[in-house]
């Protein structure tokens, strides 16, 4: 089992998994063993980098974090909810709730404007449709993006879709923000735009975690954990 190192926080965090293990086809002569007891703790407030190679485990504890998968062994709190006491549907309602994904690809919708992208959590939600418009253009104004509310992702760049991606991923006040490689598609200058961005909403009280197998990418994060061989290990024993 690992631990990495959290700071001390009287309120919940929102993010605490003990000895949580993840086992693709147990039993069988293709069994693969993707996560080994790890203990992770993300107080609220914090921006955490997790980093590792392709093959470490860090996807598919990101997919855990996410709710998008079910552990084979451990405990996933998510913002103090225990998870495994959740069937499918509350599982989905939590994810839509408490957390706000991003995503290398922007994940948008083609054929619709940057405020109807950022409207769409808003409808799986059961928010009234004469409350979307408003709160939709706020959460666009929030990542600088007030003026391109008509535009379709094919009339902006990379990094203005990835603000609407940002902006769709906040539109519910999430507890969390769970970021996958959102730079990897931007060249370095944008990306540093985006890390900049996600930078102040951690000012603002945004938790943040970043999933990234560049170690530059991870040093914009206040903490860095190390995903290795299925291991989570805090980033100083790569020293």
């Known amino acids: 089992m690992n631990a990495s190192e959290h700071p001390e926080s009287a309120e919940a965090p929102v993010i605490e998994t003990i000895d949580l293990g993840k086992v693709y086809m147990p039993g069988s002569e293709a069994e693969v063993v993707a996560l080994h007891g ?8 914090e921006f955490v980098a997790i980093m590792g190679p392709s093959g470490s485990g ?28 959740l ?15 991003v995503f290398q690809g922007f994940n ?12 769409m959590p808003l409808g799986y939600a059961g928010t009234p449709l004469a409350d979307r418009a408003g709160r939709a253009r706020e ?9 391109r509310a008509s535009h379709r992702p094919s009339e902006l ?15 519910n006040t999430p507890s969390l923000i769970l970021a996958d490689e959102p730079t990897g598609a931007l060249d370095s200058k944008t990306g540093e735009e ?8 951690q000012s603002e009280g945004q938790t943040v975690v970043l999933i990234t197998h560049d170690a ?16 989570l290990h805090p980033a100083e024993v790569e020293s």
Request: include cysteine; aromatic fraction near 2%; glycine fraction near 10%.
């Open 157 to 171: 760049s990379g990094g203005q879709q990835q603000r609407v991606a940002i902006a769709r991923a906040l539109i």
């Open 194 to 201: 985006i890390l900049a961005l996600f930078k102040r909403l």
């Open 139 to 147: 959460a666009l104004a929030a990542v600088g993006l007030a003026e």
């Open 38 to 45: 790890v203990d992770l703790r993300v107080a609220r407030g």
């Open 58 to 85: 860090k996807t598919t504890l990101m997919n855990l974090i996410g709710c998008l998968d079910t552990p084979s062994h451990g405990r996933y709190l998510c913002d103090g909810i225990d998870v495994a006491t």
């Open 87 to 101: 069937d499918a549907e509350e599982r989905a309602a939590l994810r839509g709730e408490k957390i706000g994904f």
């Open 216 to 231: 530059q990418i991870a040093a914009h994060a206040d903490r860095t954990c190390v995903m290795r061989d299925g291991e």
């Open 108 to 119: 948008l919708l083609h054929r619709l404007t940057a405020l109807e992208n950022v409207m």
